[in-house]
């Protein structure tokens, strides 16, 4: 028995001393009121996603959730106006697997809100489930459509500058290898799954380093931010009935929560100071090194300029079909691009 009790406190002991240095994430300190702001999460209907979304409410921002499911959205707006006592949270439809949708989501959003502060990029996959495409969804969702997204709200950043764009990224970049013969290759069967998703991570990470210098100077400052890791959707959605039963005590033990995982890419969205820090990769609430791979300013370049292409964008910035908002030649771009007093200089 003796030896029982010593071997359990052994185990719990050493689950702590884990739980402590390794798992328990580190609080965005930031006190930053956004009472007058505007933010867009995607993805902001359930896991970290929601969590930022009611953190951002609670501090008197008004928040755009940008999801797939019209019914999880709505519901999510739900319980984060309850939650936060903030009236002011609105769901928008948004699927970044379709380009269509993501330029449908800059027209509805550009006509209806007069101002945007932070753009949150949260929405991802990390398996393609039982779809089908002719192109490399996880890459589609987890960076081009982000990438569009970016590149349409771009003038109602600049014009509300002081603003942010956070781009959830993952340790798992450094696994990531780009091969620009074959970006948007079909991905099929778990091995080519997990090899994109470490892929579409760099990309995010290289992403976020090439927009901060193209955005020099314009006030609009951005971050690639790693939540750790969190037991959400994303770690158990498509694992089959019977894994998920086996995995979910174990991940509840050894994960963090979706709101431990959102502190980081609060802390890149809202902690003053970090501007000088724009292009760079965050963990735990502060600046960590990436590899070579992640910090190549022409693999940075090239996979900007295969983005334009595989969004369907010229070299030009322009859209290759009718003017979309946020082209020069849209008139939806004059109004992102008037002058507007920035409210956001307390970040």
Not at 29 to 37: D, T
Not at 67 to 73: A, D, M, Q, T, V
Not at 93 to 120: H, Q
Not at 153 to 175: D, G, I
Request: charged fraction near 20%; hydrophobic fraction near 40%; charge should be positive.
């Amino acid at each position: 028995m003796d030896g029982l009790l010593l071997g359990a406190g052994m185990l719990l002991g050493s689950y702590v001393l884990i739980y402590y240095n390794f798992i328990k994430a580190v609080p965005c300190m930031s006190p930053v009121n956004l009472k007058g702001k505007t933010a867009v999460v995607t993805g902001g209907n359930t896991g970290i996603g929601k969590m930022m979304a009611l953190e951002l409410a609670q501090r008197g921002a008004r928040v755009v959730l940008a999801c797939r499911s019209k019914e999880k959205g709505e519901a999510a707006v739900y319980d984060i106006r309850k939650d936060s006592g903030n009236n002011e949270v609105i769901f928008m439809m948004l699927d970044l697997s379709s380009l269509t949708s993501v330029r449908s989501f800059a027209t509805a959003f550009l006509s209806s809100e007069p101002r945007l502060d932070l753009l949150i990029h949260n929405a991802g996959i990390s398996s393609c489930g039982k779809a089908k495409e002719t192109f490399n969804l996880i890459l589609r969702v987890n960076h081009v459509g982000p990438f569009l997204l970016t590149h349409l709200l771009l003038p109602r950043l600049k014009a509300n500058a002081p603003s942010r764009v956070v781009v959830m990224a993952s340790a798992a970049h450094r696994r990531g290898h780009l091969d620009f013969s074959r970006l948007d290759r079909p991905v099929c069967g778990w091995q080519q799954e997990l090899r994109a998703y470490a892929d579409s991570k760099l990309a995010n990470v290289l992403f976020t380093r090439e927009l901060a210098t193209q955005l020099e100077g314009t006030g609009v400052t951005c971050y690639a931010a790693h939540p750790g890791p969190v037991n959400s959707e994303l770690f158990l959605r498509h694992v089959p009935g019977w894994l998920h039963l086996l995995l979910s005590p174990l991940a509840w033990l050894v994960l963090r929560t979706p709101r431990g995982g959102a502190q980081t890419p609060l802390h890149c969205a809202l902690q003053e100071g970090i501007e000088p820090l724009s292009g760079r990769y965050f963990a735990n609430c502060h600046v960590e090194e990436v590899p070579t791979s992640a910090r190549d300013d022409r693999a940075a370049r090239r996979l900007w300029e295969a983005s334009e292409k595989l969004a369907g964008l010229t070299k030009e910035g322009t859209l290759n079909t009718s003017p979309q908002p946020g082209s020069p030649h849209s008139p939806l771009a004059q109004v992102a691009t008037d002058s507007a007093p920035s409210r956001f200089r307390n970040l």
